[in-house]
């Protein structure tokens, strides 16, 4: 057999666009984010090099290290195609070339590597009949996969912390165990893929995000994406750009590291925002967002921040990732000015007072108390559990509590760790914050907002708590479903023998119209509601 000419022809509707995803942490990119990402980087090429197209250079070397659809590779042949058609005039010839020396992929599964490969090559085999790559002999062509192990020591994979009890699995089913950061190093993930020493000029791609470690979601997972990048950046690419989830603003469960890398990276010349992630992912909610990022190799300056929403034009401005005094990323390009005019004052916040995680050693699927109080459970516990909203009051002993027995007789005001709502704008942020009196304790659902004096001083805070001054404060560090001590760093402790509205704190903080504005379109005003019973436990 003979295999068949080469032509381009549009399709239409893009079959890409219509494949579902893999999950919520394995997300097909769709074509349209992909040639955004692409315009991002041809505009930095083009930049630094001269007002030179990077698709007119048939020198440049591409790879996707974790390659799903195969959708960057298609949508860079593409352009390959158009950019070198002086160069090499001949059709055939040219994408022969640019499928055999400038494009590559590691697929993270055997699936997406047949995908992959059909997306890019038409046809699941790189050497088969229906491939428009003429001069590959292996099936696989420049788009790889191998079944990889994890590597287990004390039951947990050391290259990314997978646990032995979720993900030792019999041979035929999925590991998850990716190629490229289950390496020693990255050139020795590339010479296991494409036989020897290569480098890259761009480094492109949607890494998956997370691993279940069998406790939860979202921040209570194991991130991978920061993996693929800092595996990446090791090959010391000309440009990396990738799309990862927003999470890592704020660092968090395995990200303080990577955060602190981010934020001292003075070669990122673009961080594009994605608050709402149904603007990029359409039917996925990825709590936080996510956002993509461009580092151009000898770049040294401010980056320029694009923040996306769903009403509006982008915001972009020029400025550091790392704000002076600060730990976390600043979002929003309208809360720069903001949060100065907050902290200029140098006041104390409540990520001081806010108690850790779990105050008390119960867990929130402690089932021994009592309904009614009496003399053996005389203490008030505060519980919450996802579809067991019944009995949130209920009683326990005194020798059920495991820690700080103390906190037991001192009123406090209460909020759940758990917030309301998706990514949707404006925000509830946290759930109805509530005073605890004296001798009374919560499961780990709750987290302690502070100690107070009186119950007066209890809803005081709760009304402070309800102001959207306040909430929006917290918005700026909490980018998962659980809030925590640290998501309230930026919020200033007051004198709450008063009560505070937002009026009286804009006031005080020179809050300007059109910041009140921004805030006000972020935040949802307060209603009394009935707790939230959204819960992680």
Excluded at 4 to 27: K, R, T
Excluded at 98 to 115: D, M, R
């Amino acid at each position: 057999m003979t295999q068949a000419p080469f032509q381009l022809q549009p399709h239409n509707p893009d079959v890409l666009m219509c494949i579902a995803n893999l999950s919520n942490d394995e997300v097909f990119t769709p074509p349209e984010l992909v040639n955004q990402m692409l315009d991002s980087l041809a505009d930095s090429w083009a930049a630094a090099n001269n007002g030179a197209s990077i698709w007119a250079d048939k020198e440049v070397t591409f790879l996707d290290p974790c390659t799903k659809s195969g959708v960057f590779l298609r949508e860079i042949t593409k352009r390959l195609t158009v950019g070198l058609e002086k160069q090499i005039p001949d059709l055939t010839e040219r994408v022969n070339h640019i499928l055999t020396k400038q494009v590559y992929g590691i697929a993270i599964t055997e699936l997406t590597s047949l995908l992959a490969r059909r997306s890019v090559y038409c046809s699941k085999y790189a050497n088969g009949i229906h491939s428009i790559a003429r001069k590959f002999r292996s099936e696989e062509g420049n788009i790889w996969f191998e079944r990889t192990e994890h590597s287990w020591v004390k039951g947990v994979c050391r290259f990314c912390g997978a646990s032995k009890s979720e993900y030792a699995r019999a041979a035929g089913l999925e590991t998850h165990a990716y190629r490229f950061i289950h390496a020693q190093s990255s050139e020795d993930a590339i010479r296991a893929a494409f036989g020897g020493k290569m480098h890259f000029d761009v480094i492109i791609g949607n890494p998956p995000y997370q691993l279940s470690d069998g406790g939860g979601e979202g921040s209570s997972a194991i991130s991978l994406y920061h993996r693929f990048v800092l595996q990446a950046k090791a090959l010391d690419p000309r440009c990396l750009i990738m799309i990862i989830p927003a999470r890592w603003y704020a660092g968090g469960k395995g990200l303080d590291k990577f955060r602190d890398e981010m934020l001292n990276d003075q070669a990122i010349t673009e961080l594009h925002d994605f608050p709402e992630t149904d603007l990029v992912f359409p039917g996925v909610n990825i709590r936080g967002g996510v956002c993509y990022f461009l580092r151009v190799k000898g770049y040294k300056g401010s980056t320029r921040v694009v923040n996306y929403r769903k009403t509006g034009v982008p915001i972009a401005l020029n400025r550091p990732l790392r704000e002076v005094g600060l730990d976390t990323f600043v979002r929003y390009n309208e809360a720069v000015s903001i949060l100065a005019k907050v902290r200029e004052k140098g006041e104390a916040t409540f990520s001081s007072r806010v108690q850790s995680r779990n105050p008390f050693g119960i867990p929130s699927n402690f089932l021994a108390y009592s309904v009614t109080k009496n003399s053996r459970s005389s203490v008030r516990l505060y519980r919450s559990r996802r579809g067991s909203s019944l009995n949130k009051e209920v009683f326990v002993a005194e020798s059920q509590i495991i820690n700080n027995k103390d906190f037991k007789d001192k009123i406090k005001v209460l909020v759940s760790k758990a917030s309301p709502g998706g990514d949707e704008y404006p925000h509830s942020i946290f759930s109805q914050p509530f005073v605890a009196s004296r001798n009374s304790v919560c499961t780990e659902t709750y987290l302690i907002v502070d100690f107070v004096k009186s119950i007066a001083e209890g809803e005081n805070l709760v009304g402070y708590m309800q102001t959207r001054f306040f909430r929006f404060l917290v918005s700026l560090v909490k980018n998962t479903q659980n809030i925590s001590k640290s998501s309230f760093e930026f919020v200033p402790v007051l004198d709450m023998s008063r009560s505070w509205s937002d009026r009286q704190l804009y006031k005080r903080y020179g809050i300007s119209e059109s910041e009140v504005a921004f805030i006000e379109s972020m935040i949802r005003p307060s209603v009394d509601t009935e707790e939230d019973d959204n819960e992680d436990g």
